[in-house]
DNA sequence: CATCAGGGCCCTG
DNA sequence: CAGGGCCCTGAT
């Protein structure tokens, strides 16, 4: 499907900002609704029932972030519909986010302090809505990063529609209610596995809940952890990541899965985890010693930094930990 | 060829 | 609360 008309939108983030590590995470799969280039990203996003193509472009610099947001679709788009994608952009990228705090609290540290020198202005942020979410985290679960690549395209191929727009061409997710509907035997042919069930019923509540991440994002932490656990197919690992990128909760680190603790005990404690693991435990009060209601969001900065650190060559060992 | 574990989660005992 | 089973794939 081409997409013929467009629109534009003018963001002014807060400062500081920066563009590239905020719109690409190196860290996050390859998925065929997105491309990125320094100082632009290509996405679709389904809003609102319609399917669109974003070119955002960096316009500004770190300490006068101007950003502007190409809106391509097949239909007319009313102005009060761009402005509820405008606040919708701004919310999942956090375009609004004041980080003043966080990095005042960061000078008595000189490990995150050296990172967020580094990535000054990065902020957390996750294309997707939640149910797109979810779908990437079944797909995460148990399998190798290729595996999952694999299962997200054949999905994509099944439900998604392409889309045309500023010389790319990129795959749209669908909303719940179309997989909702088909049978699980469907869902097993794209090599879903024991993930098809979950997926279906994953659909299926979603689908009977319109609206529901918007009432999420008002509600407390802890109801909104209650909701995530009550969903087939999403137990802790997979809260954690939501509660994070999805719910923006910046203090949320609960879980702590082997692989990362093996990247954590180098990364954090400077230790040989051929040798030796950190104990979870120790790590979860450690950070909550040193970081507090930024636990999540140090994390992050430091995590970032590695990912970048790696696309660029200068994380070779990292490579055997991830198998892509 | 067979076997096994992988960026979990559910269910059972 | 520990442990088995689950789909599929690639590594050994």
């Not at 705090?101 to 580094?118: M, N, S, T």
């Not at 407390?220 to 994070?244: C, D, H, N, T, W």
Request: proline fraction near 5%; include cysteine.
């Amino acid at each position: 499907m081409k997409l013929r008309k467009e629109y534009k939108l003018q963001i002014c983030p807060t400062a500081p900002f920066a563009f590239d590590p905020t719109f690409y995470k190196p860290d996050h799969f390859p998925s065929p609704d997105t491309h990125w280039e320094s100082g632009i990203k290509f996405q679709t996003m389904l809003w609102k029932g319609k399917k669109l193509g974003l070119v955002i472009e960096n316009k500004g610099g770190i300490e006068k972030p101007k950003i502007l947001v190409r809106v391509f679709s097949n239909s007319a788009l009313s102005s009060s519909y761009l402005s509820s994608l405008k606040q919708e952009l701004v919310w999942r990228y956090n375009l609004d986010l004041d980080l003043s705090e966080f990095y005042r609290l960061a000078r008595g540290d000189k490990e995150l302090q050296k990172v967020i020198e580094k990535m000054r202005g990065l902020r957390p942020a996750h294309p997707n809505s939640l149910y797109e979410y979810l779908i990437i985290a079944v797909v995460l679960q148990n399998a190798t990063v290729k595996r999952s690549v694999q299962m997200l395209k054949n999905l994509f191929e099944e439900f998604g529609t392409l889309l045309s727009f500023a010389g790319k061409t990129l795959y749209c997710f669908w909303p719940p209610s179309k997989i909702g509907k088909v049978r699980e035997e469907r869902l097993r042919e794209l090599k879903l596995g024991y993930r098809a069930k979950n997926i279906k019923l994953l659909s299926e509540r979603l689908a009977k809940l319109p609206g529901v991440e918007q009432r999420l994002r008002k509600r407390s932490r802890a109801e909104q952890k209650e909701f995530l656990l009550s969903l087939y197919g999403i137990g802790p690992a997979s809260v954690g990541y939501i509660m994070f990128d999805v719910f923006h909760r910046w203090d949320f680190l609960e879980h702590i899965s082997p692989w990362e603790q093996k990247i954590y005990t180098k990364l954090i404690f400077k230790k040989d985890y051929k040798k030796e693991l950190v104990p979870v435990s120790t790590m979860l009060e450690e950070f909550q010693k040193r970081w507090g209601k930024y636990k999540g969001l140090a994390i992050h900065y430091f995590w970032e930094s590695l990912w970048w650190d790696f696309v660029q060559g200068k994380a070779e060992w990292l490579k055997e930990e991830i198998r892509m």
